[in-house]
């Protein structure tokens, strides 16, 4: 079946040592996004790729950081993790055809959930 | 600017009762999309309901249901005859569009439903 794939499933790392998340689709969509969801709260966007283009969301701190060496594949870099930045880590994406539009809806992975220690 | 508010932040029902989540939203955009995901514990989002801007028609899934009123600018969910398994928390999220940018979502504060034998 075409899904998103996150990997790890669990993550740990150390204070402020560079970790990257990774995130994986079979679906061709053109568009993927990097959600932030902390304990009790509601996920909020960190940034996304349209085709190659990278859109960032102008209250994401520049420690975070993406990579979308093709299509199937983005990646978060977070360059100097602290304890504020333990979450659970969600791509997602959507298909796009210019309108501006999903027109499927967007497909989310499983996640990745960050412990900082 | 967008906003999608969930007034409940948690709900405690016994199972078998009926129970509904509100959810209001704002927005300018006169095209737009509105969502309901389920996050269940292990924390993957569950794809619940698409709806578009042009179908006001309410919508019945089984034991789930949705009321979307433009009007009042609410697109409630309602559970009949709860069960355990439907303990999670409840996200009810809207599309926002930019031309050439991809759509993203804007999600509530989430409501915790809790369902007791």
């Known amino acids: 079946d075409a899904m998103v794939i996150q990997n790890p499933r669990y993550q740990v790392t150390q204070f402020e040592k560079p970790v990257t998340l990774s995130c994986s689709q079979t679906?061709?969509?053109?568009?993927m996004y990097w959600y932030q969801q902390k304990s009790s709260q509601a996920p909020k966007l960190l940034f996304h790729y349209y085709d190659k283009d990278f859109n960032n969301e102008a209250d994401t701190p520049d420690n975070f950081q993406s990579r979308r060496p093709n299509t199937s594949f983005c990646f978060l870099d977070i360059r100097s993790p602290g304890l504020g930045d333990a979450a659970m880590y969600l791509c997602?994406?959507?298909?796009?055809f210019g309108t501006g539009r999903p027109n499927y809806g967007y497909t989310f992975g499983s996640g990745t959930r960050l412990t900082v220690v | 600017a967008q906003k999608v508010t969930q007034a409940q932040t948690e709900i405690s029902v016994v199972e078998k009762e009926d129970v509904t989540l509100d959810c209001v939203y704002e927005?300018?955009?006169?095209?737009?999309?509105l969502f309901w995901y389920k996050q269940p514990p292990s924390g993957e989002l569950v794809f619940l309901i698409r709806?578009?801007?042009?179908?006001?028609q309410n919508e019945i899934s089984g034991r789930y249901s949705w009321n979307f009123q433009k009007s009042t600018s609410s697109f409630n969910f309602t559970i009949t005859a709860s069960q355990v398994v439907d303990s999670a928390v409840y996200f009810c999220?809207?599309?926002?569009?930019?031309?050439?940018?991809?759509?993203?979502?804007?999600f509530g504060q989430g409501t915790e439903l809790s369902v007791k034998p």
């Open positions: 999220a809207l599309s926002e569009f930019v031309y050439n940018q991809g759509g993203k979502l804007i």
């Open positions: 709806r578009n801007s042009f179908d006001e």
């Open positions: 679906l061709n969509h053109n568009v």
């Open positions: 927005t300018r955009d006169t095209t737009y999309y």
């Open positions: 997602a994406t959507s298909r796009d």
